[in-house]
Every structure is written in structure tokens, then in C-alpha cells.
């Protein structure tokens, strides 16, 4: 096994960022998941290119959503108080978890939070998420899902991009299980 330290090339990290494209979404980051509105970025070769094809794909998107981003945007104190807001919600959600038989399992950087069913059911994830949407009425992502032929490990993701009320409601029916 190799021990030793490496330095990436400058020329190497220019070159990856002269070749990359970012895709974001306002969805999530705002919490306004339903406006469907995103954005790209890239250097400009690159988006003369992007935007011949994004022309055929997609022709606009609703005027109001976009007035509405622009002028919460304006705001600063909008997006400089997404960590802590993110923050708020994850450990709301993940104290709520800790009343049920599911294993919370480290969330960082994200909306979402993964939970180890494992002592609750045998079922396969996909099985299982859809058990939970149909019989405990709390929607679930399995983690197989994101990976090539499925994985199953008795992991569901849940979003806890919600309203309190909402994940309140969800952590009294999970508690059920």
C-alpha cells in the first residue's frame, strides 16, 4: 500500500474546472421544491454549447417563479441563514428518530437523513419504503435505488426539507413501527 503524500497540479484543477459544468436547483436550497427551477453554470464555450441543446429541451420557465427567486435572492439574510435553518430541521428530525426503533445514521451536508431499519423489518428497501408510504403514510427512498443492479443494506433516506408540522407528523407515525 502506497504511504506517501501527493500534490495535485494547478494545471490539473484548471483544467477540470475549464471542463465542468455545474447544475444546481433552487428546490431544496430555498425550500420551495415544487417551483422546479435550476440553474447552470460553466465556462462560457461550454454553455454556448449547453444552450443549443437546453433550447430543445426547455422553453421557459414561469415567469412568477423566477420574479419570486429574484427578489428573495435580493435578500441576503436568505441564503445566510440556510446552515443554520438546515441545521434546525436536521436535528429536529433526527431527535424525533431517536424516540423509534430505526438507527439514525450520520447526516452531514445534506436534507436528507438515512435510517437503518434493520431492527424494524427483513423487507428489501424498495419493499420496504413502499410499506412505509402505503401503510405508515411516510414517504422513503431506498438507497438501493443509487446504486448499479440495486445494494441492499436495509438503509431508507427521508427528506427533512419540510415543514415542522410535517416532519412532526412523520416522527409520530415512524414511531409507531
Not at 422546479?36 to 433550447?55: D, N, T, W
Not at 417563479?65 to 441576503?76: D, S, Y
Not at 414517504?139 to 412532526?168: H, M, N, V, W
Request: aromatic letters at 14%.
Amino acid at each position: 500500500m502506497w504511504q506517501g503524500s501527493f500534490t495535485f497540479p494547478q494545471d490539473c484543477i484548471t483544467t477540470l474546472a475549464q471542463r465542468s459544468f455545474v447544475v444546481l436547483s433552487f428546490g431544496k436550497t430555498y425550500h420551495v421544491t415544487g417551483w422546479k427551477v435550476g440553474y447552470v453554470a460553466a465556462p462560457a464555450s461550454l454553455m454556448a454549447e449547453f444552450r443549443k441543446v437546453h433550447q430543445f429541451n426547455v422553453f421557459t420557465v414561469n415567469t412568477p417563479m423566477q420574479h419570486g427567486l429574484a427578489a428573495f435572492m435580493a435578500e441576503p439574510a436568505h441564503h445566510l441563514g440556510l446552515p443554520a435553518f438546515y441545521q434546525r430541521k436536521r436535528d429536529l428530525f433526527r431527535a424525533g428518530l431517536a424516540a423509534t426503533r430505526l438507527r439514525v445514521l450520520a447526516s452531514r451536508g445534506s436534507y436528507f437523513q438515512c435510517v437503518d431499519y434493520s431492527a424494524v423489518s427483513e423487507l428489501p428497501e424498495a419493499d420496504f419504503c413502499r410499506f412505509l408510504a402505503t401503510e405508515i403514510g411516510v414517504a422513503a427512498i431506498p438507497l438501493s435505488a443509487f446504486y448499479q443492479g440495486g445494494y441492499e443494506q436495509r438503509i431508507a433516506r427521508f427528506c427533512f426539507a419540510k415543514k415542522d408540522a410535517t416532519l412532526q407528523f412523520a416522527l409520530a407515525r415512524l414511531a409507531r413501527l
